[in-house]
């Protein structure tokens, strides 16, 4: 078969995708750094693999809805699919082609130790709620922000979704890797868990533990997209804390440690769960609610911001989801009085760094073990494989042995397991 018709995009035109590379792997899944040839623009290329005992039922449904979310949403901080190619041989096997991002901020706090000033927390917040936003207009929820799931470029703009730990470097021109049949699935993809939203009931026990909503926590099917604002929330205090806020390992754990944070839920935020449906609340308030807590947010974060960070959070950490801020109103454009102190927050002093000005880092994605040995770093694959919905996808990569043929590849490297 002549190599440049091997691909075909999934509308059905010619690709040129050929490669004379290829690779051994026991792997969930690969996204690969790779070369554009007609642009000479360097890429993200991941594979929606599929299970060999699935792949009568052709591509699932959640792969479809990742593509036709992605393939629908223009935004400078929403990761950009420029293409979609599926094997002539075997629709089954369908690739993303998708911008690249030379970083991930789990692996900037996790394995470059950086910390972030105010000011520069502000700018990465600012980026993320207007991606929220932008999500939320359309009607999507994301329904597992994180920080594995946020992209941060060279040129500092910060963008949703999410490449695998195990991201490895194709150091050859290569546009796109040759076929590839491995008999284990991916790991959870970039928009796998979002959705359009809807009244009717949606799946329970989305979003990653460390980052679910009290309502999520509580087991409810009737949620909307404030869950994303909660995540949004645990993730400007942990730039800020340089630790996970709520490192929870069970929904009775992660519920403990909201109430030490943000206080027990008052009488009027019980009631208005009961509404919301949750199931497992009765039984919280019989064995296991603390009682008579108070808010605790701004001793946790003293000394590392200010008293309007405290409240900009506090908008968003909030038991009621209709009562925490949507993206519009932390981003200061809505007209509701919780406007207010979100714009204090973005207007006192230090304000939002631009951009451009934020420090750049070497990219550590495909460097083995972290430079600093004895470093503790947290295991955040551990609470998805552990409690989410997708539980099969939610595994991590083992080590990988790539074999090129190329000088400077590491043809022996193992990448650690996260």
Request: glycine share 6%; net charge neutral; aromatic share 8%.
């Amino acid at each position: 078969m002549d190599p440049s018709n091997q691909w075909m995009s999934i509308t059905g035109q010619p690709l040129n995708l050929s490669s004379d590379g290829g690779f051994l792997g026991n792997s969930y899944g690969f996204v690969t750094r790779s070369l554009d040839t007609r642009t000479s623009d360097i890429v993200a290329v991941k594979q929606l693999l599929i299970l060999p005992s699935k792949r009568h039922n052709g591509i699932p449904i959640t792969a479809l809805r990742e593509i036709s979310i992605l393939r629908s949403l223009k935004h400078q901080n929403i990761v950009n699919v420029l293409d979609v190619a599926v094997g002539e041989e075997a629709l089954e096997d369908v690739y993303m082609v998708m911008e690249y991002c030379e970083q991930d901020m789990a692996n900037l706090m996790d394995e470059l130790k950086v910390r972030f000033t105010l000011s520069q927390v502000k700018c990465l917040a600012q980026q993320l709620l207007e991606g929220l936003e932008y999500l939320h207009r359309n009607d999507i929820i994301h329904r597992d922000v994180k920080l594995q799931n946020i992209l941060l470029t060279a040129k500092g703009v910060l963008k949703l979704g999410t490449y695998p730990s195990s991201l490895h470097y194709l150091l050859a021109p290569y546009l796109l890797l040759p076929f590839y049949h491995a008999p284990t699935n991916l790991p959870q993809a970039d928009f796998g868990m979002s959705r359009p939203y809807s009244r009717r009931p949606l799946t329970p026990g989305v979003v990653t533990i460390w980052y679910r909503s009290p309502e999520l926590l509580l087991g409810t099917r009737h949620y909307t997209p404030s869950v994303d604002l909660w995540s949004a929330g645990l993730i400007i205090g942990e730039l800020l804390l340089n630790e996970p806020v709520l490192p929870g390992e069970t929904p009775i754990q992660q519920l403990a440690l909201i109430v030490k944070l943000i206080g027990t839920p008052a009488r009027d935020d019980i009631t208005a769960l009961a509404d919301m449906g949750c199931p497992e609340l009765v039984r919280w308030q019989r064995e296991a609610m603390p009682s008579g807590r108070a808010d605790n947010l701004e001793r946790r974060f003293r000394g590392v911001s200010s008293e309007g960070t405290v409240r900009f959070l506090a908008g968003l950490l909030r038991w009621y989801p209709r009562e925490r801020w949507t993206a519009s109103e932390a981003l200061g454009k809505s007209r509701s009085r919780a406007t207010a102190d979100a714009v204090d927050w973005w207007r006192e002093s230090p304000r939002a760094a631009d951009r451009e000005l934020l420090p750049t880092f070497p990219e550590v994605r495909n460097h083995g073990e972290s430079s600093e040995r004895n470093v503790e770093v947290p295991d955040r694959s551990r609470e998805a494989k552990k409690h989410s919905v997708n539980e099969v996808s939610a595994k991590e990569p083992g080590g990988y042995k790539f074999i090129f043929g190329d000088e400077g590849v590491d043809k022996g490297s193992k990448r650690r397991r996260r």
